[in-house]
């Protein structure tokens, strides 16, 4: 059950949902329907064992229903496995609303969907996600108080980037540990794709610590900004696998450790704030592993974005955010030792690790 991209494809069940469902077992999924708003969306709970099912509310177009369903059952999944290993009382949950975001939008669908969050009465805790603005959460916030990563005005906790980048840069400092022994970052050659709100404080961390950065984005206007900010290299986006370097950390897109790529990279380490790195986790991350790769899991690095939602549940407090996002460290180091031990890659590592902690909390909380 540890593969994660293996997804509960509706098509694969026939059209069953519920079979579909029973897959990785899923605990509910709710289909919300309006016709006055247009609003048509999906609530998946895959596992509540830990705590309340917690992830972002996307809006897309999908094709159909069923791609919809597949891609809220699969997103659940991932998160139940996030909040898990990164040791937060939270469980897995995701919703999608069917629809264009830029035509199909309004405040009606948008608090309308807040009020069918709320009718679950906090077994689904929702937040931002593709598709979806700072301003829908506010509506949804005035629907349910079921929603957490609002702005810090609104009284949430604002933008989580900072703590996800500390929780990359942790991940890191790690993966060179385990490498070389010596967890210092000064000197490597470490090469950010992508410069946005995560990759431009992973690089403040970086050059902090002396490393050699080198930057890639396709906005001219972020690399001149970085660029002239942290004195890094820039080098250009079609050039970015060939490049000598320590560390390849993808901040950008999904799915760039592929075939291509491994052809291409030459470096010890990779380690990034993207999701979904691995196009495919069964394939590459052995060829990863083949390669003599450390590969740091996409999900674990980057879940400083949900530990910050999490301790708004909780109580905000962004210091206890980042002490939470330093563990990220610990983790990568356990997931590396149980990589080389049970000769698996590290994704496998990570998921057996998350399912662990979910059966062994679960037995817990069963005795009195
Ligand atoms: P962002 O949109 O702010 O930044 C992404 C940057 O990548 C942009 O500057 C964009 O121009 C650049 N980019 C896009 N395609 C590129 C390419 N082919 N080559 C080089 N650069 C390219 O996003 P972000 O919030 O910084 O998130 C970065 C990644 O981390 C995303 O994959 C996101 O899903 C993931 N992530 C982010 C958070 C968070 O807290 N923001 C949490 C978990 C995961």
């Not at 830990?50 to 897309?60: E, K, Q």
């Not at 946005?196 to 690399?223: C, T």
Request: net charge negative.
């Amino acid at each position: 059950m540890s593969e994660l991209k293996s997804t509960p494809a509706v098509n694969a069940t026939g059209g069953s949902i519920t079979g579909a469902m029973s897959t990785f077992d899923h605990e509910q999924v709710v289909f919300c329907q309006d016709n006055a708003t247009g609003l048509k969306a999906i609530i998946a709970i895959h596992n509540t064992t830990l705590g309340p099912a917690v992830g972002g509310t996307r809006m897309w177009a999908y094709a159909s229903e069923s791609d919809a369903i597949t891609d809220v059952l699969r997103l659940s999944r991932g998160m139940t496995y996030k909040s898990a290993l990164a040791g937060l009382n939270i469980g897995g949950g995701k919703a999608v609303i069917i629809g264009n975001a830029r035509t199909d939008k309004s405040e009606a669908l948008v608090r309308r969907f807040g009020k069918f969050v709320n009718s679950l009465g906090g077994k689904y805790i929702t937040a931002e996600d593709v598709g979806i603005s700072t301003r829908d959460m506010e509506y949804v916030k005035m629907e349910t108080n079921h929603v957490v990563g609002l702005p810090e005005y609104r009284g949430g906790s604002g933008d989580p980037s900072p703590v996800t980048a500390y929780g990359v840069y942790m991940g890191m400092k790690a993966s060179v540990k385990q490498l070389t022994g010596n967890d210092s970052l000064a000197g490597k050659k470490v090469l950010v794709q992508g410069v946005g709100h995560v990759g431009e404080y992973l690089v403040e961390h970086l050059v902090k610590e002396n490393a050699k950065v080198m930057i890639a984005d396709i906005y001219d206007d972020r690399v001149k900004h970085v660029v002239d900010t942290y004195g890094v290299t820039a080098v250009n986006v079609d050039e970015v696998y060939k490049q000598d370097m320590d560390i390849y950390s993808p901040c950008a897109l999904g799915a760039t450790i592929n075939d291509e790529t491994l052809a291409m990279l030459n470096c010890g380490i990779v380690c990034g704030a993207a999701n979904n790195q691995l196009k495919d986790e069964k394939v590459h991350g052995v060829k990863v592993l083949e390669k003599g790769m450390l590969y740091a899991p996409d999900y674990l690095v980057n879940a400083g974005g949900i530990i910050n939602c999490y301790w708004e549940i909780i109580g905000y407090n962004r210091n206890a955010a980042l002490a939470q996002a330093e563990q990220i460290y610990q983790t990568t180091l356990d997931i590396y030792k149980k990589s080389s031990e049970d000769k698996i890659p590290t994704y496998l590592a990570a998921n057996q690790m998350a399912e662990a902690r979910i059966a062994a909390v679960g037995e817990m909380k069963k005795k009195i």
